[in-house]
């Protein structure tokens, strides 16, 4: 199986900063990442696919980036609403993987 | 507006069968190239895939939880379920079910809200 290493598993930033997570496969997985978010008490909710494709809909000041087994998720100023949850999810083999998850919060 | 709704009872007995039934509303589940597929979350953890059918009855599913997981799907009704046997604490969790695409980019597009299911006698 595919394991996918997120970090940090939680920050702290201001409003207005950028905010960046990584996502690390443990092996070459091309460009088939997803990132969720998932806000307390609600199911996750598709951002980007596809590694750096944004699902409409969704705020352009998330991005992603990378390919092959490093991966960048930006949340390129951050707003109060976007306190949650952020999951990266590989799915170039089964199973689909998520990776641990990194808590963004407001400092 | 596709939307999808988990089913079934929140608390299970150790050794029992856990059983739940996600129903789709806003489209046909037989319509579309499409995988319909159970996730679950832990409390305070990160999510897990279960597994996976698709419209023709195809299933997939993770190989650590293989030999108790069975998903079927009643097209008749909209509906497909997840029955997990054997259950202990460590199946206590909050259950997803969610729409995968099948023709590619692969993503989870649809998530039902969710239910919590405690193993506990």
């Known amino acids: 199986d595919i394991q996918m290493t997120q970090s940090p598993s939680s920050l702290s930033a201001s409003v207005g900063d950028r905010v960046t997570i990584t996502c690390q496969a443990s092996?070459?997985?091309?460009?088939?990442l997803n990132w969720y978010q998932q806000k307390p008490g609600k199911a996750p909710k598709l951002l980007i696919y596809d590694a750096s494709n944004l699902e409409t809909g969704v705020p352009s000041r998330f991005s992603g980036s990378g390919s092959g087994t490093d991966f960048t998720f930006t949340i390129s100023s951050l707003q109060p609403e976007d306190i949650a949850t952020y999951y990266c999810q590989q799915y170039d083999n089964l199973p689909p993987a998520f990776g641990g998850g990194t808590k963004v919060e407001i400092k | 507006q596709v939307q999808l709704q988990e089913s079934g009872p929140g608390l299970v007995k150790p050794s029992q069968t856990l059983s739940l039934t996600c129903t789709v509303s806003g489209g046909s589940i037989s319509s579309g190239s499409y995988y319909w597929s159970w996730i679950r979350q832990p409390a305070g953890k990160g999510l897990e895939w279960i597994g996976r059918i698709y419209t023709s009855g195809s299933t997939n599913y993770n190989p650590s939880l293989k030999s108790r997981v069975t998903i079927s799907v009643d097209t008749s009704k909209n509906q497909f379920s997840l029955k997990l046997s054997s259950v202990t604490a460590a199946d206590t969790a909050v259950y997803y079910c969610?729409?995968?695409?099948?023709?590619?980019?692969?993503?989870?597009?649809?998530w039902g809200q969710g239910t919590l299911v405690t193993v506990s006698s």
């Open positions: 092996q070459d997985i091309s460009n088939y």
């Open positions: 969610a729409r995968e695409g099948a023709a590619g980019p692969y993503y989870f597009d649809y």
